[in-house]
């Protein structure tokens, strides 16, 4: 209320500066009071009555188990109000059973949902037994009006009672001279430090629960508001054991929990325990940077993703600490290499090394399907796979004794999903695909489709045999979801025919 008051204030002073003095009082002073005084006025929407959803950082914080999540889908925006049930466990006090309606991002709601364990600050909890329950329909409420209206009435106070002679102002214009400063550099906290000790914590912990605990660990997550998970597989039971240490108050009772997972899905602790978390977030930083900048450790978790496969340490970096990049290491300190798609010379390489690492030759035909598709929100999907959403490279190949596919993606290790068997040989070689080509395409392209220099990267470009009459390889490309860039050509890069 006091905003829309100041608000009023604000364009009553433009109005009153701009009556009763010269023009350009009214063009420097007056017109930008007005507009400010605009911009400042409360407008009450869906989610300006409500609390931002936070996260607890303090030890004050209330560890909560979320049990449902519904998010308001009546507007596109970034923050909507968002309904939670949860079990809530205050410190010293018996958990309760809470709904409440906060604001809430996009990524914290992702957040919530793939991490249902997490804090809140003690000011945010909802009331034990609570007049009646919420509802969505509840806001906007009384402010749609009142807003509005305490910032009429305040400017019809100033207009009003206000003398036109206390309007009339000798204003001179400021000397520039001297007008000069600047700011050191602010630190910024390092959210990794002490990684390497809350995992030998979580190891010692884990280790209490019995003598094969140690042996049939599903996972370890390290958050970096320095709250700690892990999950841990019994044997005897088929049960899952969680672990939490919220916020570094301390760990709490254990509690068990049904699970899909079995012992194939587990890790031991001494493939972990000699791995240097520090300089493992340190090197996966330093190569988001070159692509990412301005991204901060957001969360770590150590789990054995696909059975069979190695353990991978997946970091979590995001704005403000929100999860939105992932990229994957390896116990022994590898990293994935995080890399922009739409760099057509990188993918290339990275490709060129993933095939060859896959023991696949290059001279050979054996590809039936070879993509790039780059990340950017606009980057067109031709057809669904295992990259339209993740973005990266991927090639289809097949042979008489193996086929199957390999995906290059940003963050993560080249995968590779093999069979072997009878097959049919396939019809052209990774190396006729020539990265000059695929460049020469784009470029052709983006003229055919006045595409925008900067939607360069918002590429999804393929050299496919896929439903081509004699198997006979072709390139297809679309930019920036725009039908006008998408065309058919030759290997050679010659222009065969609009669409594909």
């Known amino acids: 209320m006091v905003r829309a008051g100041v608000a009023g204030v604000m364009v009553a002073a433009g109005v009153g500066l701009g009556a ?6 009214a063009l420097v002073i007056g017109v930008p009071l007005i507009v400010v005084g605009i911009a400042v006025l409360p407008r009450p929407s869906r989610v300006s009555e409500l609390p931002e959803f936070r996260r607890g950082t303090s030890t004050s914080a209330v560890p909560i188990e979320v049990e449902a999540i519904t998010r308001s889908s009546l507007a596109a ?4 109000p968002t309904m939670l049930t949860a079990t809530i466990r205050p410190p010293d006090d018996t958990a309760y059973r809470g709904r409440w309606i906060s604001s809430m991002s996009r990524s914290h709601f992702h957040s919530v949902v793939d991490r249902p364990f997490t804090t809140v600050p003690g000011e945010a909890l909802p009331d034990r037994a609570p ?11 009384r402010w749609a009006i009142a807003y509005p209206a305490a910032a009429v009435v305040a400017a ?3 207009l009003l009672g206000v003398p036109g002679s206390a309007w009339d102002i000798d204003v001179s214009m400021p000397s520039v001279s001297g007008m000069s400063g600047g700011g050191g550099e602010s630190g910024s906290d390092d959210a990794t430090a002490g990684l390497d000790d809350r995992k030998r914590t979580a190891l010692d912990q884990i280790a209490r629960l019995g003598p094969t605990a140690s042996s049939n660990i599903l996972s370890i997550d390290l958050d970096e508001d320095d709250t700690t998970r892990a999950e841990v597989y019994d044997p005897a039971t088929g049960e899952a054991i969680t672990l939490s240490n919220y916020s570094g108050r301390g760990w709490d009772e254990p509690r068990r929990g049904t699970t899909t997972k079995r012992r194939p899905d587990t890790f031991r602790a ?3 325990a000699a791995t240097d978390l520090g300089a493992l977030t340190s090197t996966m930083d330093s190569r988001l940077r070159a692509i990412r900048p301005g991204l901060r450790y957001a969360d770590m978790t150590i789990h054995r993703p696909v059975r069979g496969e190695p353990v991978l340490l997946v970091g979590e970096f995001g704005a403000d600490s929100t999860p939105d990049v992932e990229i994957q290491g390896r116990p022994d300190g590898q990293v994935a290499e995080f890399f922009d798609p739409g760099d057509l010379t990188t993918s290339f390489r990275l490709a060129r090394d993933a095939f060859t690492g896959a023991g696949l030759a290059t001279d050979q035909p054996n590809l039936r399907r070879f993509e790039i598709r780059g990340t950017a929100d606009n980057t067109s999907i031709m057809y669904a796979g295992q990259i339209q959403n993740s973005g990266g490279v991927l090639m289809e190949f097949t042979s008489p004794v193996r086929h199957g596919t390999l995906t290059v993606v940003p963050g993560e290790f080249p995968a590779l999903s093999d069979y072997r068997g009878r097959s049919s040989a396939g019809d052209f070689s990774f190396d006729q695909v020539r990265p000059g080509v695929f460049e020469s395409v784009r470029t052709q392209a983006m003229t055919r489709g006045a595409i925008e220099p900067f939607d360069r990267s ?17 390139i297809k490309v679309e930019l920036a979801r725009e039908s006008a860039s998408a065309g058919t050509y030759s290997m050679s890069g010659q222009f065969l025919e609009s669409g594909y």
Do not use: Y
């Not at 009763?20 to 009082?25: K, T, Y």
């Not at 007049?131 to 409420?141: S, Y």
């Not at 918002?458 to 072709?474: K, L, N, W």
């Open 77 to 80: 925006g970034e923050m909507q």
């Open 458 to 474: 918002a590429v999804d470009i393929e050299a496919t045999s896929v439903f081509q009459h004699g198997g006979d390889p072709v």
């Open 131 to 141: 007049a009646r329950t919420p509802e969505f329909g509840d806001q906007p409420g």
């Open 270 to 272: 001494d493939e972990i």
């Open 156 to 158: 019809g106070v100033v």
């Open 20 to 25: 009763f003095n010269a023009w350009w009082v």
